[in-house]
C-alpha cells in the first residue's frame, strides 16, 4: 500500500498534469486571434495590442514554467517516498539462503526500475493522454 505523503505528492502531480494539458489545449483561441491585431489602422493602437500579446505569451510560459516545475516537484516527492520505502525492505534479508551481494545488486536494479517507471516519466505519459483528450473536449463540446 502506498503510504499518505506519497499518494497525496501523486495526487496533486496528476491533477497538475490534467490542468497543464487542458490549458495548453485551450491556448489555440488566443493564438487564432492574434492575427486580428495587425488589421488595425492606428500604428499606437497595433503597436499596444502587439506588446499586449507579447507579453501574455511571455506570461503562458512563465505560468508553464511553475506548472512544469509544482508537477515534477510532486513526482519526485512521490518518488522519492516510494524510492525510501522499497529500500526499507528488511524482511528479504532476514532468509538465510539469500547472498548478501546478490541481494545488494538485487534490489538496486529493482529500485532503479521502479524509480525510472514512476516520476516525470508517468508525467510525461500521462500529459501524452490528456491533451489530445482535453484538445477534443473543448474542440467538440465547448465550441
Known sequence: MVETKSWCCFDKATDEEIYQAAKMANVHEFIMNS????QEC???SKS???LLYNLIFIGFGIIRFIATFIQSLFFGCSDGTLTKRLRQDISYFDDLN???DA?????ST???????ATGIRLGILLQSFCLPASSLIIGFIVF
Open 35 to 38: 492575427p486580428q491585431v495587425f
Open 42 to 44: 492606428d500604428k499606437d
Open 48 to 50: 499596444r495590442k502587439i
Open 98 to 100: 539469500n547472498n548478501t
Open 103 to 107: 541481494l545488494c545488486t538485487h534490489v
Open 110 to 116: 529493482e529500485v532503479l526500475a521502479v524509480q525510472g
